[in-house]
């Protein structure tokens, strides 16, 4: 009998230590989140002070470009729709 109660206070001794060491992993984990949160936005604020920004005239200039560029796009998108359109038209009719 005492060989068993030996195992059984072993196995609950095991138990109750991953217990606590559960418990201070989940502990640990909520005082590090705010370190975990704030680094991204660190090495975003790092990473940004690197960047060359363009001119203000280099700005308005591809602003400019892109605008143009979407406007062709819309007027070729327009007209491939508007021939499928009649294409099918004159499938179905």
């Not at 609950?12 to 590090?32: H, M, P, Q, T």
């Amino acid at each position: 009998m005492s060989e068993t109660k030996k195992a059984v206070e072993t196995a609950e001794k095991a138990v109750r230590k991953s217990g606590e060491n559960k418990l201070s992993k989940i502990i640990s984990w909520f005082a590090k989140l705010p370190a975990r949160i704030a680094k991204p936005f660190k090495n975003m604020f790092y990473e940004l002070k690197k960047v060359t920004w363009p001119s203000k005239e280099k700005l308005i200039t591809y602003s400019i470009i892109v605008l143009v560029f979407m406007l062709f796009m819309g007027v070729v998108i327009g007209l491939l729709d508007m021939g499928a359109s009649a294409l099918v038209k004159m499938l179905v009719v």
